[in-house]
Structures are given as structure tokens and as C-alpha cells.
């Protein structure tokens, strides 16, 4: 997972912000300058979440009232767990986990018990009772749990960041055993197995494995062998125990490989596999294990320990693996090997037929938490999410989101049409060209977005850009462990880009910006995660553009600081050359020539150690005031004053949209702060948005199948809003709306009504909403029993109707196998042509919403004396046996129990009066009752 802050000292969050307008980081003179005082900032309007997706890391495989299921979670505010049932690739549940926002690990117990960490927390779902128990921490100080595994006993075993921690939950006692640190100064346990009472824990940032005894608590280390061209060991990234191997995934510092340990033996095997993909390896079938390497999926012989191509091309790795049957696809016999893809498309790799397919995503996507936000070309607002595959943009003319394909972006610029995204992880830069449409296809011209390069040099978070002289300026935080960010340039027109680490000696550089062929730059003493800072204070540097040389290092004395920072963010420069940056609570000048500050506030007293990696934004106002969510505050200042004016809102993400509001980011959603003068007079109503989840009805016919949210925006340019009110009985009376998302989960044709109210009075013409919600298949009633047993001379009505109360059932698409086979329930059905003995009835039928249902029935067809003798009658009827003394003869035999006497005529009479069926089917029954 990624930490965008560290801890700081004091309880309050800082931003600092006025606004009318925004220009580029040099403002524009603004014709009057209006006081603080003068303006007036609405309430906060929520409009919307920019960024909805299904996220998932990896997943887990059970059973659930005999289905084959999948567990998995999607990443968001909270993070769900879905149950899948794979087999008819189905959502069968979503259940929040309470406090966590994404899941890097899952177990399930031999009793099928399911275990889930998220954050630092460890959850217990029952696959009986469907309901989920929070467990609390595992480690009280610890914040992340990488892994997860479980023994014989049910026993749960995890690891844990910062301080490499392995823990033991015991289900019988519901308690938890903290086994301490496994090497000391190390940060993670990154991945975990079990294998014959041994626990063996996956160390990073510097790779290790260690091999714990849960019984006596012993840590004993497990050198890992040398891999070639590998100086030092990155993280243990990956530990799966298969029978007596132990194979252990390699990853950092630009190795991506796959060795195997023999714990019987105790040697590391010869070969490493570089190139793999994935985080995990399969579990072992048939005596083979199989995994990715370089984009093919691999299988291991657990005998001969070779390694062979299984001919299966896949683009990816493994997000943890189970093994499912399919067995009403003929492409997938016996044992199919599913994964779960990043977007939730579940991947199935059949070594039999060597068929490779993927199932339509059906996880239930959530608002993602947003990462990076920032205005782009045409006034929009452009944001990305964390651990995500989208990025959003904001259109604050229409009030439209969109997406487009994005990763990890920290931080988002623009040069131009062109906005540029420094991504996370591998510090990848990508572009997107604002005047062509995305386009995702490699094989077609205009791919867009496009990767342009990857920073390499051990760098991996671009967290701060700016432009100046035709090129863009990034500067970056380095790789897990390391110390020594870097200044990168890039020249779009050459397409060249230079790379320059330890421009401050083993600080990351957190501020940028450009001036008069300078960058002027500030640091974060952070390095990495997993490794202490060595430095004890930030710096401010000059870089000249021209040569790529450093001019000069400096640290600045800013009045009012208890100690020296430790992140010195958001440099720009002012229309009278001053260069402000900002620092703990306290903003300040610089005169780019002395060095010296020339003007300072502390707005918030006492702040020491604020921030890591994220820096402070400080933007300019077409008013000529100062925004910044300095100590994650929006505030704002008059640089000519130094008043200043507190907003009251915690937020460490914003941008000044062209038309003057401010627009910031809490967790998955943004929000808009209406600006406006004082003194300006309110004559228009407010105008209320109103956003769905999902966003379109999930079922057939403009029904949901599922629960939705409603949530309302309101915006007011003039006075600014008073309240937004909602109606479930079409204005009868009026509920005021508090912010939270209406929740619709009772089934039921609803009308929403909807208005809102400015603070001058102004009132919007009601809204009305129809929401269909029917969530229940319809109810298959029948009018007749069918016995548990029937004689095999009898015929089978299938007399039912169905019943829904809301959107209606559909007849049409009722359909009834028995036995598999489908069969006309319009007529009856001839039980003489089943074999004796146990039946299955499946009847499956929908909704006009969508919804299905299915009803299976039982049945046994008998053959007695009594039925023998309806048969030969029957056969008569249908032309089956043509002559009279036959069936007379055949009856009279039956009905007195004579059956080898019945036999003998019915095998001599075969083909001449007696049809070969008739006759098969009489001698069946006959048989049975000798």
C-alpha cells in the first residue's frame, strides 16, 4: 500500500487559501485587490466522487451452500468484500469492512472460515451465517498487514508494517500473539506461508526470510541464496508453501524473479526465474505448480522439478489462485485454475483443453480515494486515484466527470493540451493529450494516454512537477529503503529527459518551481519507506536549467519556527519576484538573491515535523490572495496585509477553478467552495445535482437489482446555499438533507422529489426521480405436489405459476431441465423414458428486472406390479404393442406377479407385436421386480 504523510505533531491540519480566480503559479496583476474581509466563501458543495472503479489486489477461494466462491475486495471508502459464485459468475454479496480502505491479504480456515486484513485490522467472515466479525488490530501499533496464512489448527498467522511484526490469531480463544519483530531494522513482512509447524516470514525492504516457530516462539533465519546480477536483496515479496518447496518471489530494485527453496532437503534449487509476474503461485495440482514468467504461465513438476511452457499467453500475474470446476462449460473440463484481474475480471486457465478465458467483471466498483488533483487545460480538473486504473477529470462548466486509464499519479501538470502524470510505482511518466480522445488499443495510431519513460535511478514517486522553458521539472521521493530523490527534465520536443539524484545529499525534493531559466527547489528529508532519514533539516536550492548544474543550497530562517522543518513544499513565485514557500504552519518569503526571508506569518503555532512526501500547495487567487492547505487547512492570505482567513475545512488537496471557486479533494470525493464578493445581490435560485450509485440501473428495464445511494449536490453562486430537501411522497413533507447518501434498499416503485434553498430565499422548482428497485426473483408456486416417488407409467405435470410484485415475471424466460436435459413443461412428461431411480426438477426463471430464481424438486420413478400392468396398457394406446390378445395376455401376467412368465413373452413378441423401446422399457421394470 502507499502512506502519502507521516505522523505529525499536533492535531490540527492546515490550509491556507483565498480566492477569485486562478492564474499559473506567476499571477497575473490583478486590477483591484479585494480584502479578505470583502469576500465571501459559501458552503462546501459536494460534487461528486471523480473516480469510481472496481480496484482489487487479490482474492481467496471457498465454498458457499456448495458453490464454488470467490472472496475478493474492492478498494475504496470503506473497502467491500464481494462473494462471487464463480461458477455462474455471480455477486451474491457486498459487506463493508469497517475502517479499512483496500485488503492486501486473505485465508481461509480448514473449516472455511474466511480471513480478511485491511489496514491494520484483521476481519472473520462465516460462509454459514454470511455475516462478518471485526477482530480489531492485530499488532496496536502496527498499520498494515501484508499476509495472511493458516494452519491445520485454523490458526491465523500475518505480518505487519512498520516493524516487521508476525502475529498468531487463535480462533478457539479469539486472541492474538504478537512474535515481535523478526529482523531488527526492517520494516515490512511482506509475505508469509506455513509448512510442518514452521511459519516463514518475507522480509522487506531488505529481503530476508525467517523461519518462526509458533510453538516456542525461535526465529531462526533462512539464508537466501545469491541470485546473479542482484548486489543486494529486495523485498521478499511473495512466500507460498507447495508440498516440500518453498517459492519465493523477489521484487525491488529492478529484479523481478522466482526461486525455490527444498525444505526437505534444505537447498535452494539452481534455477531463477526472472521475469515473474504476480503474487503468488498456484496451489499444487496433480504435482505441479504453475505461475507466470515474462508474460507465459509456467508449470513446475513437483517430481522432476522442471519447469515447462504450458503454451497459455497472460499479460499479468497471479492475484492469488483456487481451483474450480465449471461443469457446464465444455471448454473447462475437470479442474480450471481462476485468478481475479486488478479490474475484477476473474481469469480461468484450463491445462486440459489449454483454453484461456475471462469472465465479465461483476465486484461492485466503489469510489476510489483520490490522490492527486490539479486544474488542466480548458479549466478542467483533472484527478487521480490511489492504487488505480482511472483517472478522473471534471468539467466545472458542465458538471460532467469522466474517466480515463490511469495509474497511480501523485502528481498531475500541464504543459499546453498535453497534461503529464508522475506515477507510482517506478516513477513512470505518462501524458494525455487533451484535444484527441483516449485510445487504449497499442495495435491502432493515437494511443492515449501514452508512457513516455521511466525515471529509473532508483526513483519511484513523482510528487511534484512544474514547467518553465518549453520542458517539465519533476521531482521525485526514491525507492522502498533508499535515500535521494531526484530533479528530472524533460523535453518534450527532443523527447529527451535527464535525471539528476542527490541534488540535496539524501533528501527527496518535494517543491518546484521555475523561473528566468532557474529552478528554484525544496526537500523532504524522507526518504523511501523502510529506511530512517539521515539528515535532520530540509533545504531550499537554485538549479540552473541551462547547464543542469546546482547554483546554490541554503537553509532558510523563517521567523516564528520552533525547530527546523523537515519539508519545506509549495514554492511560487509572486508578481514582485518573492519566492513563498511554506513550512509546519508557517508561510514565508524568500528573496531569491539574499536567500533571505522577507516576509512570514505563522498561522498555525507550534506545528513541528509536518508532512513526508505530499507537499503544500500554495496557489494564486486573480485577486491577488494567497490559497494553501498549509498543515492540510484551506486558508487563505493577503501577501500585502498578511491577513489571512481560515476556512474551516481539512483538506491536503486543491486547485482554483477558472471560475473562481475552490475546488478540494476529502477521500473519494470533491468538493466546491463558492467564492464570491460580499456585497453582490442573489436573485437565482440554487441548482441541485443529483448522483446515483451505480450510476445507471444494474437490472433489465430501468429496475435495480441491488441497493443504490443518492446523493445530492447543491451549488448557489450568490448567498450561498441554505439546505437542499428531499421527498419520498411527492411534497407531502420534506426531509432536510444532512450530507449523508440516501440509501434505497426496500423494494418498491419510488418517486424522489427534490429542491434546494439559497440563503437569500431563493427557492428551485421541485425535481422529480423515478427509482424502480426490485431485488427478489419471482416466487414459483405450484398447484399440484409432486410426489417423492412416481411409477414410471405415470406422466409428470408440471402445474406452477409465478408470482412478482414488482416488475413482473417473465414467462417467457422460464426455463425447466430435469436431469440437465431441458424438457416442455406444456405438457406432460413421460416418466417411462427415465431410468429408475433418483431425478432432479430445476426450474429457473427471471424477473422483468432481472432478478432470477431457482427451485429444485426431487423425485424417484418406481416400477411395482400395479405400474407394469398401466404400461402395457399405455404402449397399447400409443400404437406400441398392436395386438389385443398380446396386451391382454402381458396385463393379466403383470397383475398376477408372473414376471419371468411376463419376460419371456415380451422378448418372444419383440420387433413383431412389441416395438424394440416398448420392449426395452417393459423388461427394464419387469427386472427390477424379480
Do not use: C
Amino acid at each position: 500500500m502507499k502512506l502519502s504523510m507521516m505522523p505529525f505533531k499536533k492535531t490540527l491540519i492546515l490550509l491556507t487559501i483565498t480566492l477569485l480566480g486562478i492564474s499559473s503559479l506567476q499571477p497575473q496583476p490583478a486590477e483591484a485587490k479585494s480584502p479578505i474581509s470583502s469576500k465571501h466563501f459559501g458552503d462546501p458543495v459536494s460534487v461528486g466522487a471523480p473516480i469510481q472503479q472496481i480496484a482489487i489486489f487479490e482474492s481467496a477461494y471457498g465454498q458457499e451452500d456448495g458453490r464454488d466462491v470467490m472472496y475478493t475486495t474492492v478498494n475504496g471508502k470503506p473497502a467491500m468484500l464481494n462473494v462471487i459464485d464463480l461458477v455462474n459468475n455471480q455477486l451474491l454479496r457486498t459487506i463493508p469492512l469497517p475502517d479499512a480502505d483496500s485488503s492486501w491479504a486473505k485465508a481461509v480456515a480448514p473449516d472455511g472460515t474466511l480471513y480478511i486484513a485491511g489496514q491494520a485490522k484483521m476481519y472473520r467472515y462465516s460462509p454459514e451465517t454470511k455475516e462478518l466479525d471485526d477482530l480489531g488490530p492485530a499488532i496496536p501499533g502496527e498499520t498494515s498487514i501484508w499476509g495472511l496464512v493458516t494452519d491445520e489448527q485454523g490458526n491465523v498467522y500475518g505480518g505487519t508494517y512498520p516493524n516487521a511484526k508476525v502475529f498468531k490469531f487463535d480462533p478457539k480463544t479469539n486472541s492474538f500473539t504478537n512474535y515481535g519483530t523478526m529482523v531488527e531494522g526492517q520494516g515490512y513482512v511482506r509475505s508469509i506461508a506455513y509448512s510442518d509447524g514452521i511459519v516463514y516470514a518475507g522480509i522487506g525492504t531488505v529481503g530476508h526470510i525467517v523461519k518462526l516457530d509458533p510453538v516456542t516462539g525461535e526465529k531462526t533465519e533462512l539464508p537466501i541464496r545469491d541470485v546473479p546480477g542482484v548486489s543486494s536483496l529486495p523485498f521478499v515479496y511473495g512466500l507460498d508453501a507447495r508440498g516440500d518447496y518453498l517459492f519465493a518471489y523477489l521484487n525491488g530494485n529492478g529484479t523481478t524473479a522466482l526461486i525455490i527453496y527444498d525444505m526437505a532437503r534444505g537447498v535452494w534449487l539452481d534455477e531463477v526465474y526472472n521475469g515473474y509476474g504476480g503474487l503468488d503461485v498456484s496451489p499444487e495440482r496433480d504435482g505441479k505448480v504453475y505461475f507466470v514468467q515474462n508474460r507465459k504461465v509456467q508449470a513446475f513438476d513437483m517430481t522432476t522439478r522442471q519447469v515447462t511452457d504450458t503454451g497459455i499467453a497472460y499479460g499479468t500475474g497471479f492475484r492469488s489462485t483456487g481451483w474450480v470446476r465449471f461443469p457446464d462449460d465444455p471448454e473447462l473440463p475437470g479442474e480450471t485454475l481462476v485468478t481475479i484481474q486488478f479490474g475484477g475480471k476473474a481469469a480461468l486457465f484450463n491445462f486440459e483443453s489449454g483454453i484461456h478465458k475471462t469472465l465479465p467483471a461483476v465486484a461492485e466498483g466503489q469510489p476510489t480515494l483520490i490522490q492527486a488533483l490539479e486544474k488542466g487545460p480548458g479549466g478542467k480538473i483533472y484527478t487521480s486515484g490511489m492504487t488505480s486504473a482511472l483517472g478522473g477529470v471534471f468539467d466545472p462548466v458542465t458538471r460532467n466527470h469522466s474517466t480515463y486509464p490511469m495509474g497511480q499519479a501523485e502528481s498531475i501538470g500541464s504543459l499546453g493540451n498535453d497534461v503529464y502524470f508522475g506515477i507510482y510505482p517506478k516513477a513512470e511518466i505518462r501524458k494525455l493529450d487533451t484535444t484527441l480522445p483516449v485510445q487504449t488499443d497499442p495495435n491502432k495510431p493515437n494511443l492515449n494516454p501514452v508512457s513516455l519513460f521511466y525515471m529509473d535511478e532508483d526513483q519511484d514517486r513523482p510528487y511534484v512537477q512544474t514547467t518553465g522553458g518549453g520542458k517539465i521539472y519533476f521531482g521525485t521521493i526514491p525507492y522502498y529503503g533508499e535515500l535521494g530523490g531526484a530533479l528530472v527534465a524533460y523535453d518534450p520536443a527532443s523527447k529527451a529527459y535527464e535525471v539528476h539524484r542527490h541534488v540535496v545529499h539524501n533528501q527527496s525534493i518535494v517543491g518546484l518551481t521555475y523561473r528566468d531559466g532557474k529552478i528554484y527547489g525544496s526537500t523532504s528529508i524522507r526518504g523511501g519507506l523502510g529506511i530512517d532519514p539521515t539528515e535532520s533539516e530540509a533545504k531550499m536550492f537554485v538549479w540552473d536549467a541551462v547547464s543542469g548544474e546546482k547554483l546554490s543550497e541554503f537553509t532558510p530562517d523563517i521567523p516564528g519556527a520552533v525547530k527546523s522543518p523537515i519539508m519545506i513544499s509549495g514554492l511560487t513565485f509572486d508578481e514582485d519576484g518573492l519566492l513563498w514557500a511554506a513550512a509546519d504552519g508557517i508561510l514565508f518569503a524568500v528573496d531569491p538573491d539574499t536567500h533571505k526571508v522577507v516576509k512570514s506569518k505563522v498561522i498555525y503555532p507550534g506545528v513541528t515535523d509536518y508532512g513526508m512526501w505530499r507537499p503544500i500547495h500554495l496557489r494564486w487567487g486573480e485577486d491577488g490572495l494567497l490559497y494553501t492547505d498549509l498543515y492540510g487547512q484551506l486558508t487563505v492570505l493577503d501577501p500585502e496585509t498578511m491577513e489571512h482567513k481560515e476556512l474551516g475545512i481539512k483538506s491536503a488537496l486543491f486547485t482554483l477553478g477558472d471560475d473562481g471557486n475552490i475546488y478540494y479533494a476529502q477521500e473519494t470525493r470533491m468538493y466546491m467552495i463558492p467564492v464570491s464578493d460580499a456585497a453582490e445581490e442573489d436573485a437565482e435560485p440554487p441548482v441541485t445535482d443529483i448522483a446515483l450509485t451505480p450510476e445507471q440501473p444494474d437490472g433489465k428495464n430501468g429496475w435495480y437489482v441491488r441497493p443504490l445511494t443518492v446523493t445530492f449536490s447543491a451549488y448557489d453562486a450568490g448567498s450561498g446555499l441554505d439546505s437542499t430537501l428531499y421527498s419520498w411522497d411527492e411534497g407531502a413533507s420534506w426531509t432536510r438533507y444532512d450530507g449523508s447518501p440516501l440509501l434505497v434498499q426496500e423494494d418498491g416503485r419510488h418517486v424522489l422529489t427534490y429542491r434546494s434553498v439559497d440563503k437569500a430565499g431563493n427557492e428551485e422548482a421541485p425535481h422529480k426521480l423515478q427509482l424502480h428497485v426490485d431485488q427478489e426473483g419471482p416466487v414459483i408456486r405450484w398447484n399440484s405436489d409432486i410426489p417423492e416417488e412416481i411409477s414410471t407409467a405415470d406422466g409428470l405435470i408440471l402445474d406452477f405459476e409465478l408470482q412478482d410484485e414488482w416488475s413482473g415475471a417473465d414467462t417467457d424466460g422460464t426455463i425447466i431441465t430435469l436431469d440437465g436435459e431441458r424438457v416442455d413443461h406444456r405438457s406432460a412428461l413421460p416418466l417411462f423414458s427415465l431410468p429408475l431411480g433418483e431425478h432432479t426438477l430445476t426450474i429457473r426463471s427471471a424477473d422483468l428486472a432481472g432478478n432470477e430464481s431457482v427451485q429444485e424438486l426431487t423425485f424417484k420413478t418406481v416400477a411395482s406390479f400395479e405400474s407394469l400392468e398401466k404400461l402395457v396398457h399405455r404402449f397399447a394406446e400409443q400404437g406400441w404393442i398392436d395386438n389385443h390378445g398380446i396386451v391382454n395376455s402381458l396385463a393379466a401376467k403383470a397383475e398376477k406377479g408372473n414376471i419371468t412368465a411376463f419376460i419371456n413373452q415380451v422378448r418372444a413378441q419383440t420387433g413383431k407385436h412389441i416395438s424394440a423401446e416398448a420392449a426395452a422399457y417393459l423388461i427394464r421394470d419387469a427386472s427390477v421386480l424379480q
